[in-house]
């Protein structure tokens, strides 16, 4: 209601500021900002906003540029162009005309560009990578003069951790993007930068209020895309986390929003109850559905409706825009099943369509592998849904992993626990592109959850390095930092020590680390950059042998080489018979260890020592 009255008092408002004729003066935006001659999908759909625009009539004279159909919603203030772009167009600005009659009242140089040599080839991400995800906000402050920004009212506060801006920036990434590779990182996915210009609690940045705009905090679109041109050049790949389901309630189309139906429940606040299941459950209701996809997160996150045609276009073209413009490596798509379910696998089509070779990754938060799996691409799903996506989080594995290092050695827990959990991969078409985690943003540190185990925590490290998977750590879990073992936000994302003027303890340098944070630190290190350099650990055959008396032993190998990895979580040596392992090892009879660099005779028997992980290379 107190949103309907204020639009009807910003349209009297309008109304009355106009001059007599009533036309338009001005444009306020034209979305997306630039386009590009050559794409797959030769439609373009603009979004023209401005005082009363509906009312002109747009014009446009380009060489291989066709003004198709023009689209007006209940709101005058918006009009929608498609335009048909010529695989030959000229690249340059298209003078695009708003008239009235033969009069020209409005004009707009509309940037089309050439498209970089290779975008539509550009490779994604996969097991061959090491992913990092870090909270842009949280991670390094490189530039304190941006903590706060003119019209940004949530102001930088560090010594609030539950929801305060900390300072953290692009200048902070770029900063530590020699300690990123130097850790055996070939990416990074950042939580969102896009503008948060919410009142409060906005460093999280999954509340955007401009869908083409970097973060003042950050710092600009400029900023961004130099970041990942510098990236590249170091073999880093940028991860960019997306947003399709929500938006934040001071986004400016809030203001003036393009169509009434262009939230859900007519941008009502209705909770959502988080029945994921319900999309696919051959038994939910309609209502249900209804309630887990057009319900809202919080009431500060409006929900968009996709099923409105105009803003699906919208939400599509954002997508492939950020991809274009910043040279993307991949999407992580917030919150995926929460939007509407025919919209993803369009939206999914249309960007893999234009990017064969991209690597989308969704976030289902399910420890279910069946919902999981529903998303994938050559799935298929029960309900004929056929997604586009090759990629999702494998929360699965990630909580199987968690719970089972921790628990005792028993008949169905503990190491046999996680031995069972790869029978999922008969769900996932293509396991190997799952992004398996040991933590992220949204979920408690692993050293906390691991007792503050050092054994366990090289466990989990070398298990989500190893396994058939896209392998994903958490900035700081190198150095060992702690969260209560209950979810909070506040506590799972401090600041990276050293990633501030005047911080005790320093990552880069190691000064103030503990010995074991230092251990942990060079552990890392070792296992993510010797990885790069194993093709069986890129896309090798698993396998495993069932785990007896308190160990775990399995294979990578892709025909060449062989990888033995063996664990022990008993708290005494354990002494294995090298013959039961003859199946996977082919007749090799020893290994170098990779972190000790010794060599290891299996030819008889072999000693695993108490609260130990081993990594081998067969010869
Ligand atoms: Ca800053």
Not at 296 to 325: C, G, K
Not at 422 to 434: A, C, G, K
Not at 479 to 501: C, F, H, K, N
């Amino acid at each position: 209601m107190i949103v309907r009255a204020l639009l009807r008092l910003l349209a009297l408002v309008a109304a009355l500021a106009l001059p007599a004729f009533g036309a338009a003066q001005s444009l306020q935006r034209v979305e997306p900002p630039s386009w590009w001659v050559g794409m797959q999908h030769p439609r373009l759909q603009l979004m023209v906003h401005g005082p009363r625009i509906a009312e002109t009539t747009p014009a446009l004279q380009h060489p291989g540029v066709r003004l198709v159909s023009t689209t007006r919603t209940a709101n005058p203030n918006y009009l929608f162009i498609d335009l048909e772009i010529a695989p030959d167009a000229t690249p340059g600005p298209v003078d695009l005309q708003f008239r009235r009659g033969e009069t020209v009242l409005l004009r707009h140089a509309y940037p089309l560009q050439a498209r970089a040599p290779g975008s539509a080839q550009r490779r994604g991400f996969g097991p061959q990578d090491a992913i990092l995800n870090l909270m842009p906000d949280r991670f390094a402050n490189g530039n304190p003069a941006n903590d706060d920004a003119p019209g940004h009212p949530d102001r930088a506060d560090r010594r609030n951790v539950s929801a305060g801006r900390h300072g953290g920036d692009l200048q902070g990434m770029e900063r530590l993007l020699d300690y990123i590779v130097g850790l055996g990182y070939t990416m990074v996915w950042p939580t969102p930068l896009l503008e948060n210009n919410q009142k409060a609690y906005s460093y999280h940045g999954y509340a955007a209020t401009d869908l083409y705009k970097v973060d003042a905090r950050f710092g600009s679109n400029e900023d961004y895309r130099r970041l990942v041109s510098t990236m590249r050049g170091k073999g880093l790949g940028m991860i960019q986390d997306i947003v399709l389901n929500h938006i934040g309630s001071e986004h400016w189309w809030l203001k003036d929003l393009p169509s009434p139906d262009w939230l859900t429940f007519g941008g009502r606040y209705v909770g959502t109850e988080h029945h994921r299941t319900a999309v696919m459950d051959p038994y939910a209701t309609e209502e249900d559905r209804r309630n887990f996809t057009q319900g809202w997160f919080t009431p500060n996150m409006p929900d968009l409706n996709q099923r409105h045609p105009l803003l699906a276009t919208y939400l599509i073209q954002h997508s492939i825009w950020w991809v274009e413009y910043a040279g993307l490596a991949g999407i992580r798509t917030d919150t995926y099943g929460y939007s509407d379910t025919a919209f993803l696998g369009e939206w999914s089509r249309r960007v893999m369509a234009e990017y064969p070779q991209l690597t989308i990754v969704g976030e289902e938060w399910s420890g279910n592998p069946l919902v999981v799996a529903y998303w994938l691409r050559e799935r298929r799903n029960a309900d004929g849904f056929v997604s586009h996506t090759p990629s999702m989080m494998d929360f699965p594995l990630h909580e199987t992993m968690r719970r089972a290092l921790v628990d005792d050695e028993q008949m169905f827990k503990g190491f046999r626990d996680l031995y069972a959990a790869m029978v999922n991969d008969l769900l996932y078409p293509e396991p190997q592109r799952m992004v398996y985690f040991e933590g992220n943003h949204d979920v408690p540190r692993i050293w906390s959850v691991l007792n503050e185990d050092l054994a366990l925590w090289k466990m989990a490290m070398v298990h989500v390095a190893t396994m058939p998977r896209t392998p994903q750590f958490y900035y700081g879990t190198e150095v060992l930092m702690t969260s209560p073992r209950q979810r909070d936000d506040g506590e799972t994302r401090r600041g990276l020590p050293g990633g501030w003027a005047g911080d005790a303890v320093d990552v880069v340098s190691g000064r103030g680390l503990s010995a074991q944070q230092r251990e942990a630190q060079a552990f890392l290190r070792r296992l993510l950059t010797w990885r790069k350099t194993q093709p069986a650990l890129h896309g090798g055959r698993f396998t495993h042998y069932a785990p007896e008396r308190g160990t775990y032993v399995y294979f990578r190998q892709d025909g060449q080489r062989a990888v033995m990895v063996a664990m022990n979580k008993a708290r005494e040596a354990v002494t294995l018979e090298a013959g039961r392992f003859r199946e996977a090892m082919g007749g090799r009879t020893a290994g170098t260890d990779v972190f000790s660099g010794q060599t290891v005779s299996l030819r008889e028997r072999f000693t695993l020592p108490a609260r130990s992980v081993t990594v081998l290379e067969l010869h």
